[in-house]
């Protein structure tokens, strides 16, 4: 049985008001999405009685809902429990449409600070919801598009973080603060990223470090072997008990000959050694 959409109306016999809204069809119990009707209906729903209007497709009913509320926008708040009219065609495109509408000081919550209180209250409403796999592909694209056409921008593009705020940051992820500590990637996972990052360019690919950044990491380097000797040796290495393929091999050495070839020119790179030694 397919669901239709369809616009109702609410009347409250005993304070004569109404409200008017739209409806997917998916929710049975659906009662309307105003806070305001819903805590009478809650003290009194024999008062209250619901007449549907129209049944159609979700956005003719959506564009219905419109019209017929702004038509009674003047009554909003006395004869209507409607406060504000509906996007009908969507936030993200309502937004589009009109741009810097709900911006700085046009925006409802301008200025103010919510208490502990109502941030607990949001947090424990919101807790164990889980958005499906077609919602958050939904939202990545919209947000991939956004970026790519400059319509939305990083929140700290063009800010340069103090050597303070950088010292808090690098606290705030060490030891038992780090999300990632004591966990480990699983095969899966793994295979998911390299699939993922086939084909691309590092980010650092043909810049030159400097001397500075040389020696930074050099530093930093030393001081994480001081104080933890051994940490890259025997069972502690990463690569302990694990045999390349001659696939690997033969990248790797292709890799270091490509280097030495750029490093030292043509005739170092293939200067006569010894049988299986590499130029580096």
Same mark, same amino acid.
């Given at each position: ?18 409200? #008017? ?15 305001? *009707?819903?805590? %009478?209906?809650? =003290?009194? !729903? ?16 959506? #564009?219905? =809902? ?15 429990? /409607?406060?504000?009219? @509906? ?10 449409? $009109? ?13 103010? $600070? ?11 409403? +919101? ?6 796999? =077609? ?20 929140? +700290?593009?063009?800010?340069? #973080? ?10 705030? @992820? ?13 095969? %899966? ?13 590092? !980010?650092?690919?043909?810049?030159? *470090? ?10 930093? &380097? &030393? ?8 940490? *890259?040796?025997?069972? /502690? ?25 750029? &490093? ?14 590499? !130029?580096?």
């Amino acid at each position: 049985m397919t669901t239709q959409a369809f616009v109702y109306i609410w009347f409250d016999k005993r304070d004569y008001r109404f409200y #008017l809204g739209y409806s997917n069809g998916k929710k049975q119990n659906y009662i309307c999405s105003s806070k305001y *009707m819903i805590k %009478e209906y809650k =003290e009194r !729903p024999n008062d209250f009685k619901r007449r549907i209007i129209k049944k159609g497709t979700k956005k003719e009913m959506a #564009l219905l =809902e419109k019209e017929l509320l702004d038509k009674r926008k003047h009554l909003f708040g006395s004869r209507y429990y /409607n406060q504000v009219a @509906n996007f009908p065609l969507g936030m993200i495109e309502w937004h589009n449409r $009109n741009p810097g509408f709900f911006a700085g000081e046009k925006n409802p919550n301008y200025g103010n $600070n919510w208490s502990d209180e109502i941030k607990q209250k949001i947090g424990a409403a +919101n807790k164990g919801k889980k958005r499906s796999k =077609e919602v958050k592909l939904k939202l990545s694209l919209l947000a991939r598009k956004a970026f790519a056409t400059g319509k939305r921008v990083q929140w +700290n593009t063009g800010k340069t #973080l103090t050597e303070e705020h950088k010292r808090k940051c690098s606290e705030s @992820n060490k030891g038992i603060f780090n999300p990632f500590k004591g966990r480990q990637h699983t095969e %899966e996972t793994k295979k998911r990223i390299s699939e993922a990052n086939k084909g691309k360019s590092p !980010p650092n690919k043909g810049q030159k *470090m400097s001397a500075e950044q040389r020696k930074k990491l050099s530093i930093a &380097k &030393k001081a994480y072997f001081k104080k933890n000797p051994g940490a *890259m040796k025997g069972k /502690n290495h990463p690569s302990y008990g694990k045999k390349l393929s001659k696939e690997q091999q033969q990248k790797m050495y292709l890799g270091r000959i490509k280097a030495v070839k750029e &490093k030292w020119g043509e005739y170092n790179a293939w200067k006569k050694r010894k049988d299986g030694t590499l !130029p580096i």
